[in-house]
């Protein structure tokens, strides 16, 4: 953590207080496919949202973050959505606390290193963090898990998207030098080591911020619903496309409404495609790894059609640059980041090629992080 964070929590809140970390995540493999009851392959990354809190003086709760410079301040009655992220915190004490309120109030200092809206999960991070946190204060004896599942039921009853588990549970579950296989039904997981020193795993942010996305997002989930829906009638063994074959959903194309059918199929080959990366990465085979996550990419942008030309544009061009196996747009769509397999001696060069492309292009310049694959939530 930042010196700088320390003492301004410090500042904030005086000697006592506590603070909890959450990280954001990246995804390597298998999007959309947490919602569709699917395998996902997320590791938690070394940026991080920290908590700091303390008893409140004026028994409210009252919540300040430094990044925008925000101070918001509510009744302990006064639970319930909001705009804005301190709707996350409300939502969490919701989620977690017996009574759906704090016995007394909390004076609560926020500071962030994940960039917002470039997809790397900073909402899952707050309410992760701040779910760990009221674990720890008010002895609530949750599991990990337990405190995951509290932050999808936030993002979706408090901030209106109907998301997964994937990011929630990578903050919670994340562990240094791997990546986790998450079976999104079962939610039994399995950590995959990531430890290759010649390759880095770089995020390019297309600078396009994804707030606006949970409309479609939400669409995306409701076509995948009504596809299974349709298959049912003839598969009535099948509860989610997690249970479909590419033959089954092949043999019904015609009697499947168009949109739905292209959503399915996305989602049917990325589940396959993930499950192969799997022994891809056992097996040490970048290569094949990378391709499956340029197919991927395509499928997201012309079947699922959550990309954006700036996405598009970036993965063009840096398949185009000796040294990389794979990339693809991550996380939920319509801008953030591409995630990036590179080779470690290529980085620098690959990173500037492509830098001064998009700046031609897009008169932007994309910020662009090398990622290590970190432990998940701590109190500190
Ligand atoms: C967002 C959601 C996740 C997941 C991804 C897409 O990050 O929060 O649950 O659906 O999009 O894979």
Redesign the pocket.
């Known amino acids: 953590m930042l010196p700088e964070i320390r003492q301004q929590f410090q500042q904030y809140l005086g000697k006592e207080h506590e603070i909890a970390a959450a990280p954001g995540r990246v995804?390597l493999i298998?999007?959309?496919?947490?919602?569709n009851q699917g395998f996902?392959l997320p590791g938690a990354i070394d940026k991080k949202i920290f908590i700091a809190l303390a008893v409140s003086t004026n028994n409210r709760l009252n919540m300040r973050a430094i990044q925008y410079g925000e101070i918001f301040s509510y009744g302990l009655d006064e639970i319930r959505p909001v705009k804005g992220w301190p709707t996350y915190l409300l939502g969490m004490i919701h989620m977690l606390m017996p009574e759906k309120r704090l016995p007394y109030g909390l004076d609560l200092v926020v500071a962030g290193e994940i960039p917002v809206g470039a997809?790397m999960?900073s909402s899952?991070a707050l309410c992760s963090a701040f779910g760990l946190a009221l674990n720890e204060r008010f002895q609530l004896g949750l599991t990990r898990m337990a405190i995951a599942l509290a932050g999808q039921k936030t993002?979706q009853q408090f901030a209106g998207?109907q998301?997964?588990?994937?990011?929630q549970f990578a903050s919670l579950h994340g562990k240094a030098g791997h990546l986790i296989k998450l079976d999104c039904r079962s939610l039994q997981f399995e950590y995959i080591p990531f430890d290759f020193t010649d390759h880095r795993i770089v995020l390019v942010n297309t600078m396009v911020s994804h707030q606006l996305a949970s409309s479609e997002?939400n669409l995306r989930r409701q076509q995948c619903e009504g596809g299974v829906f349709r298959l049912q009638q003839f598969y009535p063994e099948i509860k989610s496309l997690r249970d479909v074959t590419q033959a089954q959903l092949l043999a019904h194309q015609e009697q499947m409404d168009p949109t739905d059918f292209m959503r399915c199929r996305f989602i049917v080959e990325e589940n396959k495609r993930l499950l192969d990366g799997c022994v891809f990465l056992k097996e040490k085979n970048l290569e094949a790894f990378g391709r499956l996550m340029y197919a991927s990419h395509w499928g997201l942008s012309r079947d699922y059609q959550v990309s954006c030309p700036e996405s598009d544009f970036l993965v063009e061009e840096i398949a185009k640059i000796p040294g990389v196996k794979g990339a693809r747009q991550m996380?939920?769509?319509f801008g953030g980041c591409i995630i990036a397999l590179i080779k470690t001696d290529r980085v620098d060069a690959c990173i500037s090629i492509l830098q001064e492309k998009y700046q031609n292009q897009f008169l932007k310049t994309p910020d662009c992080y090398i990622m290590s694959i970190s432990e998940g939530a701590q109190m500190l």
Not at 163 to 167: A, E, F, R, S
């Open positions: 995804n298998g999007e959309h496919t947490d919602y996902v997809g999960s899952a993002e998207l998301c997964g588990i994937m990011d997002y996380g939920g769509g």
